[in-house]
Nanobody, 122 residues
Framework: QVQLVESGGGLVQAGDSLRLSCSASGRTFSSYAVGWFRQAPEKEREFVATISRAGAYIVYTNSVKGRFTISRDDPKNTVYLQMNSLKPDDTAVYYC???????????????WGQGTQVTVSS
């Protein structure tokens, strides 16, 4: 069973950057696609980005294109989400999860982490 732990969240100002990490324990997760999702208060969990096995295929939601970058370091069992030019609308709890392919739908992911809070002040 692969367990995921997110880290790197915090309180920042608009325009600042953060790098989130999604670290896996247990068996290696190199054979999985990894997705990042976020959930703001009173909103549904939404797709942010996903990366396929070996990083060959990457998808972003439109609102983060050009600002966020997803990457993976399989020897370290870690996936990153570099977030630049942060906006107040990016405020949410960010989660990572595993899937067999780089889907957008959160229902196709499992092994969800506990999440890390990102708060962007204006």
């Amino acid at each position: 069973q692969v367990q995921l732990v997110e880290s790197g969240g915090g309180l920042v100002q608009a325009g600042d950057s953060l790098r989130l990490s999604c670290s896996a324990s247990g068996r290696t997760f190199s054979s999985y696609a990894v997705g990042w999702f976020r959930q703001a208060p009173e909103k549904e969990r939404e797709f942010v980005a996903t990366i396929s096995r070996a990083g060959a295929y990457i998808v972003y939601t439109n609102s983060v294109k050009g600002r966020f970058t997803i990457s993976r370091d399989d020897p370290k069992n870690t996936v990153y989400l570099q977030m630049n030019s942060l906006k107040p609308d990016d405020t949410a709890v960010y989660y990572c999860a595993l899937s067999g392919a780089p889907y957008r739908e959160n229902g196709k992911y499992s092994n969800w982490g506990q999440g890390t809070q990102v708060t962007v002040s204006s």
